[in-house]
Nanobody
Framework: QVQLLESGGGLVHAGASLRLSCAGSGDTNCISDMGWYRQAPGKERERVAAISSGGATEYVDSLKGRFTISRDNAKTTVYLQMNSLKPEDTAVYYC??????????????WGQGTQVTVSS
């Protein structure tokens, strides 16, 4: 099993920056791609960014340039640097990790989420 623990959320003013972290534990050798999702009140969960085990990144178009995803493979930790935050970035941010196919069928692990609130 894999456990994911997010940290770094909080309440900030518009224009501020936050850095979210997500640390994997357990069978971390079974972690492949990692990513961040968010869910705002009354909205569906959306993918924010993803990063492969090799470091290739993907972003939702609307966040390119403001958010940066990175990972430390040695620590199986993924980060999300969020700059120039806007009130519309307010959401619960979730970390996700895909199970490596060598460890079993396709599966995603999820963290419990961390709240990010941006005031205007």
């Amino acid at each position: 099993q894999v456990q994911l623990l997010e940290s770094g959320g909080g309440l900030v003013h518009a224009g501020a920056s936050l850095r979210l972290s997500c640390a994997g534990s357990g069978d971390t050798n079974c972690i492949s791609d990692m990513g961040w999702y968010r869910q705002a009140p009354g909205k569906e969960r959306e993918r924010v960014a993803a990063i492969s085990s090799g470091g290739a990144t993907e972003y939702v178009d609307s966040l390119k340039g403001r958010f940066t995803i990175s990972r430390d493979n040695a620590k199986t930790t993924v980060y999300l640097q969020m700059n120039s935050l806007k009130p519309e970035d307010t959401a619960v941010y979730y970390c996700a990790a895909a199970r490596d196919r060598l460890c079993g069928p396709e599966h995603e692990y999820w963290g419990q989420g961390t709240q990010v609130t941006v005031s205007s």
